[in-house]
């Protein structure tokens, strides 16, 4: 096997990327300059019934699908792994299980052809998306990320590969999660976020007055609880399973009407602080499924506009989970100059301070 200095002398060539911290089984090829030569994303079925994911059956469902995927991936951009410069994957934060399935496969493939293993924590992944050359974004370090997705709700200073700060975040359910549990109240499926989404258009914003948790207060973290046990408790007045659509309608516009305030007046003060720390630097990047819901989107942009900010979103399937934004943030490390031994273990919980720079 080479050294690291010797692998650092040779040009980079493409990288393969891997992930599989939820319910998510994807592959990317990218080329040593960040084209995406090939993606795919396997998004696992089998969890609706269950209204949740179900950690077993998403790690069983990486191990059965993850060989074939990657091997496609590789057929599509027409790369062989001797071809490749490393071999990324996320390795936390996320469910163990398939943490360990992702992790173990990139480990095995970059023993048997004498590549560098990179191990990827997935909140960074997001973070440095907005960088993907083609995207065209032109986020220069450092930039603020508000990520929102149904694992994730935080607001991240980026300054840097391995260099972020966590601003705040929440401090009970993320806003994907507060979706799922108030679609779930409403008797929509799973995920709820889009559903809930869908039916809000039928009712009206400003019919139910709920609670808009932490608005107004220093700092920018998130609370959701106090919103859905509103919900909750309005829900709970109407016989079980009899919810009026109307009603319903209602309910559910006004529940995002609150979180599209409760996520812009956070976002805010996120902007705020960031400003203090990085004058100048006036670019605010969202992440996470749902930044998939057009109210929310509205309303940040609203808040960014009115703070200076240029307010920029990857395309929804650079958003949510996927193995480009994982193969990028291996590129960027690798052009850092950071790859991991072999010993480097999956961690559910990888706080972004704990990042190597
Ligand atoms: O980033 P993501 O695909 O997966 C992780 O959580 O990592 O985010 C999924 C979350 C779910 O909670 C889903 O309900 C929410 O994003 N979501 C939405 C919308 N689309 C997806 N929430 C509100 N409105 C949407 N249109
Ligand atoms: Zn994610």
């Not at 319910?23 to 090829?29: I, L």
């Not at 990657?70 to 062989?80: C, E, F, Q, S």
């Not at 942009?301 to 200076?308: D, E, Q, W, Y």
Request: proline content about 6%.
């Amino acid at each position: 096997m080479k050294s690291p200095e010797e692998r650092r002398a040779v040009p980079i060539g493409p990288i393969l990327g891997i992930e599989s911290s939820c319910d998510d089984t994807a592959a990317a090829v990218l080329s040593a300059d960040g084209a995406v030569l090939a993606e795919a994303v396997h998004s696992q079925a089998g969890h609706a019934e269950f209204g949740g994911v179900v950690p077993e059956i998403a790690a069983r469902a990486h191990l059965a699908v993850l060989p074939d995927l990657v091997a496609r991936v590789m057929a599509k951009a027409g790369v062989r792994f001797g071809d490749l410069s490393a071999i990324a994957a996320s390795s936390g934060p996320g469910l163990i299980g398939g943490l360990i399935v992702g992790s173990g496969f990139a480990k095995g493939a970059a023993i048997a052809h004498r590549l560098p293993y990179i191990a990827i924590n997935h909140l960074e992944a997001h973070a440095l998306t907005a960088r993907l050359p083609v995207l065209g974004l032109e986020a220069a370090f450092p930039y603020l990320l508000l990520l929102v997705s149904g694992g994730h709700c935080q607001c991240i200073a980026v300054e840097g590969v391995g260099r972020h700060v966590r601003l705040g975040g929440t401090i009970d359910d993320a806003v994907g999660e507060a979706f799922d549990k108030v679609a779930k109240l409403l008797g929509l499926g799973w995920p709820g976020g889009p559903a809930l989404e869908k039916l809000a258009a039928e009712g009206s914003a400003t019919a139910y007055r709920f609670p808009r948790p932490l608005i107004g207060r220093t700092g920018c973290d998130f609370s959701f609880s106090g919103l859905k046990t509103a919900v909750a408790n309005l829900a709970a007045t109407f016989p079980a399973g009899a919810l009026p659509r109307q009603v319903a309608a209602d309910i559910a516009a006004s529940f995002q009407q609150a979180v599209a305030d409760v996520v812009a007046d956070r976002a805010t003060h996120a902007m705020a602080m960031f400003g203090e720390a990085h004058p100048g630097a006036k670019l605010a990047v969202v992440a996470g499924g749902v930044a998939a819901n057009a109210t929310l989107r509205a309303s940040l942009l609203a808040a960014c506009n009115k703070a200076g900010f240029r307010f920029a979103a990857p395309p929804l399937r650079y958003c949510t989970d996927n193995a480009v934004m994982v193969a990028w943030a291996g590129l960027e490390r690798l052009r850092a100059g950071l790859v991991d031994g072999l010993d480097v273990a999956p961690r559910p919980r990888w706080p972004l301070a704990e990042l190597s720079a």
